[in-house]
């Protein structure tokens, strides 16, 4: 399946267009009040999960807890319901956000009866936090915004559903794929071959997408969904996942639970149930321009999957494959890209040590140390008249985005994914 045929059976335009309007009079409350619920924004949401969690804990097997203590989560929230609400009379100025959150919400099985839960605690949370501010009125007005911001992700994520379900290979819900190999790519990553154990075909993807696994951990109270790139090629007969080990982050973000249970205890043999991929960021097949895929760390995910299929289905296509590391002993899939740039006149590989060994340093296995810059970028691609895609932490990220704006690099073709957040780079801090 071509991306032209993938992006338009998930065409949700025309949800959009009869979607529901809001009474004029609530419309102006909404929009009077919309300044002070922003200012409130995270309060309102960490409170929400807390009363949501409290009064259904059965939710806990969906929503990943270590969002919740990063602040992840809460933010990302804020900033869904604050400019759903500020697009309301025009959905279609922030497409590209409700597709995102919407192909998450399909890949995590969040199902219609799910919103007036959310709906009911999160007005609630708005009114406790407010106090007396929250007349009413206002708390009215938000229910019924609330409704028809509901009503758009429901009938959204239906269509999604059914593409899930009714596409070749496709499925509904959690299919059980069984490990059959498992590959250490670096000291912190590790590949994990996954096909079905049906032994039936499976669904085809466009590259930069991803799946949801679900674990049962032993010890652990409540199940554990995470999102994971496929990190090879489609057209296969497995899925691919290369997960980072998450290790402790100081005393406040303890180590991955899934990360750490996938690397330590999952052999190749077992069975995790999947869902059908899922995502709005994905490589754009039907151009020739020159493809620049740049990653740092675990970011690399999603761009082996771009660069093994372009590759693959195109011989002419310039590619310029630029990933940063702290060293080569975490440094993924080093030889398999060296192989390529050998074997391909077309694909250009090039490297970021921030921290070199001393190995690195005698062997001479990368570009440049230190960090990745506009200086040095300009000086190693012969122009900026490509499409670029990145993944990676955050603040690499924001240096990319700022450096290929201050190139003058078009804003449609930047591409980029985050890995558990939502906004635009310029809005990270």
């Given amino acids: 399946m071509s991306n032209t045929q993938i992006k338009e059976k998930n065409s949700w335009q025309e949800v959009v267009k009869t979607v529901k309007t809001l009474d004029p009079n609530k419309l102006e ?13 995270e309060q309102i949401t960490k409170h929400f999960y ?14 990943n807890q270590t969002h919740q203590i990063t602040g992840h989560q809460p933010k990302a929230l804020a900033d869904a319901v604050y400019g759903a609400a500020a697009n309301i009379e ?5 497409m590209p956000v409700l597709e995102r959150i919407g192909e998450k919400h399909r890949s995590l099985q969040i199902k219609p009866e799910h919103y007036p839960i959310v709906g009911e605690n999160l007005l609630g949370a708005i009114k406790e936090v407010l106090g007396d501010a929250a007349t009413q009125e206002i708390i009215d007005a938000w229910a019924d915004a609330y409704g028809v911001i509901a009503d758009v992700f429901i009938r959204m994520e239906n269509k999604m559903y059914k593409t899930a379900e009714t596409m070749p290979g496709g499925w509904a819900g959690y299919r059980n794929f069984v490990v059959e190999k498992k590959v250490k790519e670096s000291d912190v990553i590790t590949s994990f071959y996954l096909k079905p154990q049906d032994g039936k075909e499976i ?9 949801t696994v679900k674990l049962e951990i ?20 497995y899925y691919r996942i290369s997960v980072k080990r998450e290790d402790p982050k100081g005393d406040n973000i303890p180590a991955g639970i899934v990360s750490t249970y996938l690397h330590t205890h999952v052999k190749e043999g077992d069975t995790i149930p999947i869902t059908a991929p899922a995502g709005d960021f994905y490589l754009d097949l039907d151009t020739n321009l020159p493809l620049v895929l740049i990653s740092g760390g675990v970011g690399l995910t999603p761009m082996m999957a ?23 002993q975490l440094h993924a899939f080093r030889a398999h890209v060296n192989d390529l740039a050998a074997g391909h006149k077309n694909v250009h590989s090039f490297v970021i040590y921030e921290k070199p060994s001393e190995d690195d340093k005698e062997m001479k296995n990368y570009d440049k140390e230190g960090f990745f810059s506009l200086e040095w970028l300009q000086q190693s691609l012969p122009t900026k008249d490509a499409d670029f895609y990145f993944c990676g932490p955050e603040p690499f990220m924001k240096v990319v985005n700022k450096a290929l704006k201050q190139w003058g690099v078009p804003e449609e073709r ?7 957040s939502f906004g635009k780079l310029e809005e990270i801090e």
């Avoid at 993807?205 to 799946?211: L, S």
């Avoid at 771009?306 to 080569?328: D, K, P, Q």
């Avoid at 930047?414 to 558990?420: D, M």
């Fill in 50 to 63: 807390k009363r949501m969690f409290k009064q259904h804990p059965e939710l806990l097997n969906i929503f």
């Fill in 218 to 237: 032993p010890g652990e109270q409540y199940t554990h969904l995470r999102q994971y790139s496929l990190s090879d090629r489609p057209g296969q007969n």
């Fill in 90 to 94: 025009d959905f279609s100025q922030i």
């Fill in 306 to 328: 771009m660069l093994n299929t372009t590759v693959n289905e195109s011989s002419n296509r310039e590619i310029y494959y630029i990933h940063a590391a702290i060293n080569s």
């Fill in 414 to 420: 930047i591409h980029y994914e985050f890995f558990g």
């Fill in 29 to 41: 409350i909404i929009k009077a009040t919309l300044p002070i619920v922003k200012d409130h924004g």
């Fill in 203 to 211: 669904a085809s993807y466009i590259p930069g997408q991803y799946i």
